[in-house]
């Protein structure tokens, strides 16, 4: 089947439901794996006969895939986020968009001063205080039930934190029991704003702030055992733009502007106070993959002296435009541009060296229990090809790399679940990911090997899901 043929099914929209689906498991799972996988991305691209003009801004849904610890077993839940701008788009046939579609989410951004941005949180999930909460790029959340994925309504921090760009890729910390968060206020100056949410609480803390004059468009950052480092590309936007006619839609109020380079600002997790910044070249960034401290001396026993970010590059903003719905097949094919890279930031000074690790990627992955240490394995979605893309697996240490791909095979995030007996930083342990199948016209859900990436089971869902963006494997 053509390549043109697999992307119109990934960019068609899914109203079908189901609720604890069991799912025909071809191969076997590990007996140890009981948790769920839940992954959030757009599912509803048209509203009375009208479409969307970006990815990212198709309605949200949810989907769970949840296991027992059988063999055999794998129950699937997907249902649509009933969020405001759900409802409205289901009474009066119009979608307010959030990133690149224009019309009414430009006025809503015009009104971002004001408290009234869209609710469409289709990009990620985190589990805050018992609830699952779905999140997007403003700061708005929706609660859901964690295992029916019934929107509970509007998720309210207990904290008087506010911003106007929310980075809804948060970073729980397995080992220090807290999730780092990012917000983004737009002002004179506009300011990134860091805090820690400590586990089992809804009370996020401030942790410190960068000032800027341009704020940056940051989709994520990194972070260390004791830094949190803030990855300022040069693509960029004048607040008071935002306020004036010509433009059609919030990504329009960035441009690209290299002169400025990329910039590492990094912050003391504790104090919040700014330890360094470091420039080195242009660089995009939508995804880091992890970063670590790397101490002085020839074994690294001494004090930190650089930080190793790692993170998927691209040389410029092309990618944003690549992905409106109209382009995206072609972008697909052609856009291999996002490059594994490893940078190293000096905390006292100095320029900052990189080298790449693996060609052509995104969604990048790390086992939770490797994030903020010195690590070994990244698993990523490889770039397409017409026939299909594929699962890479990348050892940062030897440089080697493995593949698994299927003719007619689009896969999504993978995610590793590490092996339960398995100690740091071993690969035992499978990788989660779906796939959009486009030869059944249909999405299977893969369970590969960790260390081989040979299939080790499949669940063929009973519809072929649109492509989504991000996931989390939640232990019960």
Known sequence: MSMEAGFELGFASLSNEVTDRSLAVEGSLPDWLDGALVRNGPATFE?????????????????????????DAVRYTNRSLRSETYRR???????????????????????????DPTDNCNVHVARVDGSLVAMTEVPRYVACDPETLESRGEFAFADALTGHVNCAHVLPDPHRGETIGLLTTFGRPSEY????????????????????????????????????????????????????????????????????GTRFHVLDRET??????????????????????????????????????????YPNADVVDGLYLTEAADWFESGRDGHLRRFRVPLGGGPVASEPL???CELPRVAPGDRTKAYRYVYAQGAATRDGNHVAKVDVTTGESHRWEE????????????????????????VLVTALNTNERRTDLLVLDGETLDERARAPLPHAVPFGFHGRYLEE
């Open 47 to 71: 509203a009375g006969g009208e479409r969307v003009e970006h990815w990212f801004d198709g309605l949200a849904m949810l989907h769970r895939f949840a296991f027992d610890g059988r063999e």
């Open 89 to 115: 788009a289901m009474e009066t046939g119009e979608i307010s968009g959030q990133f690149a579609t224009g019309g009414g989410y430009l006025r809503r951004i015009r009104q971002l001063l004001f408290g």
């Open 193 to 260: 704003m860091l805090y820690r949410l400590p586990d089992g609480s809804r009370s996020r803390e401030r942790i410190g702030s960068v000032t800027i004059e341009d704020p940056a468009y940051l989709h994520s950052f990194a972070l260390t055992e004791r830094f949190v480092v803030l990855t300022e590309h040069p693509f960029v936007t004048t607040p008071a733009s935002f306020l004036l006619p010509g433009r059609d839609s919030f990504v329009d109020h960035y441009d690209w502007r290299p002169e400025r």
């Open 272 to 313: 919040g106070e700014r330890v360094a910044t470091a420039v080195t070249d242009p660089w995009f960034v939508f995804h880091h993959v992890n970063a670590f401290e790397a101490g002085a001396g020839p074994n690294g026993d001494g004090d930190a002296d650089e930080l190793v970010v790692d993170l998927v590059a």
């Open 358 to 360: 693996y060609d052509g």
């Open 407 to 430: 003719s007619g095979l689009f896969v999504e995030e993978p995610v590793f679940v590490r092996a339960p007996d398995a100690e740091r930083p071993s690969d035992e342990g499978v």
